[in-house]
């Protein structure tokens, strides 16, 4: 191949200079909406004292793609990747690609997401220790060439417990690891009786929710399966901390205020802060913004703006 075209980041390897732009990243973040990962990526700047090059704002790299956003803080790379398995399999795709090209050395995964909890209230966090389809087959079946191809949806298990370890004890949130249920829709899906259709009624779900929660499956969410299979597909390291929305046992409807909400969506945002700063050698429970770090390529923020700006 000539050259790569990642098409749906707006990004190649012959256009761009991938090794240049992203050979120092360490860190994958990746979750829902792009409003969730420009939140984090601020966020991360912060705890890890990082500053953007003078005259320069934090950009979305893929903004000319219209599908994904991606953000860039000195080691972490930060994507939203939309709903869904086939959203988050194409980005997945792209991005193993961009790790390749660009070099990077053992990148560490990670989802950032809410779900619905079973048997644990709204505001907690379940890490995925592995994910099981809606039948709970603990792999991907993705047809391939007409035949079904079954990728094991495995994730890094001393990866969960040491993000089960950053755990504080006046964090405002539990955390759980446990096994993550992705399924292909949110309503039928999850056995909601919420939907535009349903054609069972509440004993069929919660005798399909006990069968879940007898399983050990701690919550809910749609890219899980998808995202474990393949990073472990790859080799690469990876988690899942996902934030409950609400307990399923006790209903469908998220009906919890919006502000409530977005202070939750944050709470994943915490511990995969407090395991990149220990990972970047720095303390996890005292501010950094005094202590920034130096600028490892202060021309970077400008060179991604001239280049995403020329891409076509
Ligand atoms: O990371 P997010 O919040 O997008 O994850 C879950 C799973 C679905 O994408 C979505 C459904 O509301 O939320
Ligand atoms: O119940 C929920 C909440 C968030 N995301 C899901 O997939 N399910």
């Known amino acids: 191949m000539e050259q790569d075209i990642l098409y749906h980041l707006a990004l190649g390897s012959g256009s761009h200079d991938l090794v240049e732009m992203f050979s120092e990243i360490r860190f994958v973040c990746m979750g829902g909406t792009p409003k969730r990962m420009e939140q984090f990526a601020n966020f991360i700047m912060d705890e890890i004292g990082y500053k953007l ?3 320069t704002t934090l950009l979305d790299i ?3 793609s219209y599908r994904y956003s991606m953000y860039k803080v000195g080691p972490v790379l930060c994507f939203s990747h939309g709903m869904g398995i086939p959203s988050v399999g194409i ?3 792209e991005v193993i690609k961009l790790m390749y090209h660009a070099k990077c050395k053992d990148p560490i995964f990670f989802r ?3 779900c619905g909890g079973i048997g644990i209230e709204g505001g907690n966090l379940v890490i995925s220790e592995s994910a099981v389809d809606g039948m709970l087959q603990p792999f991907l079946e993705l ?3 007409g035949k079904l191809k079954r990728r094991p949806a495995i994730l890094d298990k001393q990866l969960a417990n040491d993000l089960k370890n950053l755990h504080m004890d006046d964090d405002p ?3 759980s690891v446990g096994k993550t249920m992705c399924t292909y829709d949110f309503y039928e899906g999850q056995g909601r ?3 535009a259709f349903c054609d069972y009624n509440e004993a069929d779900k919660l005798s399909f929710l006990k069968k879940v929660h007898d399983a050990n499956i701690l919550n809910m969410e749609m890219e899980s399966l998808c995202f474990a299979a393949l990073c472990y597909h790859a080799g690469i390291k990876a988690a899942v901390v996902c934030v409950t929305l609400l307990n399923r046992l006790h209903g469908d409807q998220v009906s919890t205020p919006k502000e409530t909400l977005n202070k939750w969506q944050e709470y994943p945002q915490i511990l995969v802060a407090r395991y ?3 990972q970047l050698g720095l303390p996890i429970n005292i501010p950094q913004r005094e202590h920034p770090q130096v600028v490892k390529n202060p021309k970077h923020a400008q060179m991604v703006r001239q280049e995403s700006a020329s891409f076509e």
């Open 173 to 175: 949130f539990s955390v």
């Open 143 to 145: 047809p391939v060439l």
């Open 276 to 278: 990149i700063k220990k």
């Open 91 to 93: 980005l997945l795709h």
């Open 112 to 114: 950032l997401g809410t």
């Open 193 to 195: 009786l919420d939907g």
């Open 62 to 64: 893929s903004y000319r």
């Open 53 to 55: 090059p003078a005259g």
